[in-house]
């Protein structure tokens, strides 16, 4: 080394920007430096009086928002340790659907104190079981909480009062008590008997440009934003359909040419596709469907038939909202044209179209147990702005997921925070050993909540 320069390090065998640490704790705390920084920003969200964040990522879309797992799945993170708490805080987004900026928020909270610790001479495996002996003490502390119990998950009053809590650090002048009664009515209306197994996916949000928040609403059943494709507008319980693929003909693989000698030949060159076509749409009707849902192009020829046998007819281009139809009307995905087996055929009490705000709307309706679809519709004047409200409107959806898994809900705002932050350092002044140190800082983390 010091043949290249008697008075440099290692750094300068490198290049430039590159960096070299030794020792365990000069890595941990370059570690410890990285996550401090993720947190210093997704902290600064946290709370009523967290500010907005844009976020334009690589592909030019801008986000605003302050919720940290769109933060954190929209920027790319590439350091080993700070995409450990990335990780978290998506486990905690799929478990609960909310609370994944606490989650960084509290870790980052645990390694400021550990640096500090590190820097004043406690050894790094004492900081680890003074935070694991911390950690059970708190799970023990669970059953001395002072908590809520909602039993009546389907009281709207008491649903809404709890998911205004959640949505109000996330919304601004108030909006929440315009969303929060209409995630409440959305969910309580798609609950099945056995609460456990509300599905999330049978709350939808439908964005219509134009219009204020306060012009949002809730619309039984599910809404597809667009027109049909043919002159029927509305069909009452009917049999339905889906097709995952075209419904027109195909054409020649090749290039021919066609001479026509006469008028006649040219009348009648169509005339076989034409049979073919009817032939098919005959048969659907036959089969008692009165409604055609259609995953990609439809032919002028296959509208002009499905309007002669008075069948609804629309398209659905993305393929997950067609598996979402299908599923709302409990019909099987067809791959090919023709009538359905009586296995395959769906069912809805109503189909029809109707206008939001100059939009028009398909509505689909079924009175089914398992088929309950409810659909916020949300308003707004700019697509960024109706992209956060449908995130916001999921956090609330999913806590009442989270109800309906327990009913048990403790109190917020940084109580229950500093409710665990004085036991645990009470339980601290007990221990005798170097790993009082690990758990008082465990319980001082706690703070940061209500600091922030």
Do not use: W
Not at 131 to 155: G, Q, T
Request: aromatic content about 8%; overall charge negative.
């Amino acid at each position: 080394m010091s043949y290249f320069n008697p008075n440099g390090t290692f750094n300068s065998l490198l290049k430039e920007g590159f960096k070299h640490y030794k020792g365990v704790h000069e890595a941990t705390l370059r570690n410890i430096e990285a996550i401090q920084d993720l947190q210093g920003m997704t902290r600064t969200s946290y709370g009523p009086n967290g500010m907005n964040k844009y976020i334009i990522n690589m592909h030019d879309k801008l986000y605003l928002t302050k919720d940290a797992s769109v933060m954190t799945e929209q920027l790319d993170i590439n350091h080993p340790a700070a995409n450990i708490f990335v990780r978290a805080s998506k486990a905690q987004d799929e478990e609960c659907g909310d609370a994944t900026n606490f989650v960084i928020t509290f870790g980052g909270e645990l390694l400021s104190l550990a640096e500090d610790m590190i820097q004043g001479g406690i050894h790094l495996s004492d900081i680890i079981v003074g935070y694991e002996e911390a950690f059970k003490k708190s799970l023990e502390l669970f059953n001395e909480i002072p908590v809520k119990d909602f039993k009546d998950i389907k009281n709207e009053q008491e649903v809404t009062k709890v998911i205004e809590s959640v949505i109000k650090t996330k919304v601004v002048q108030e909006q929440e008590k315009v969303l929060a009664p209409l995630v409440a009515k959305a969910c309580i209306s798609c609950v099945p008997e056995d609460k456990k197994k509300f599905n999330i996916d049978n709350v939808r949000i439908a964005q219509i440009l134009g219009g204020s928040l306060l012009d949002s609403s809730l619309v039984k059943g599910l809404i597809e934003v667009r027109n049909v494709e043919g002159s029927i507008t509305k069909v009452e319980k009917c049999k339905v359909a889906v097709y995952n693929c075209e419904l027109q003909t195909s054409g020649p693989e090749t290039s021919d040419e066609v001479v026509f000698k006469n008028a006649d030949d040219l009348l009648n060159y169509t005339k076989g596709e034409e049979d073919h076509m009817e032939k098919i749409i005959k048969e659907i009707a036959d089969s008692g469907i009165k409604c055609v849902v259609v995953g990609g192009a439809v032919s002028n020829m296959a509208i002009h038939f499905l309007d002669k046998y008075e069948i609804m007819v629309f398209r659905v281009m993305s393929k997950f909202e067609l598996r979402r139809v299908a599923k709302a009307v409990g019909a099987t995905l067809l791959v090919r044209l023709g009538a359905p087996t009586e296995e395959e055929v769906g069912y809805a009490s109503s189909i029809s179209v109707i206008e939001i705000s100059s939009t028009k709307c398909i509505s689909i309706q079924n009175d089914k147990e398992n088929n309950k679809y409810a659909t916020i519709v949300l308003r707004g004047t700019t697509q960024g702005m109706l992209g956060n409200l449908e995130r916001i409107v999921q956090d609330g959806v999913n806590l009442y997921r989270c109800m309906c898994k327990s009913t048990i809900f403790a109190p917020g705002a940084g109580a229950i925070e500093m409710f665990f932050a004085n036991k645990i350092k009470d339980y601290a002044k007990t221990i005798k050993t170097l790993d009082q140190y690990g758990i008082e800082k465990f319980g001082e983390a706690f703070e940061v909540v209500p600091r922030t």
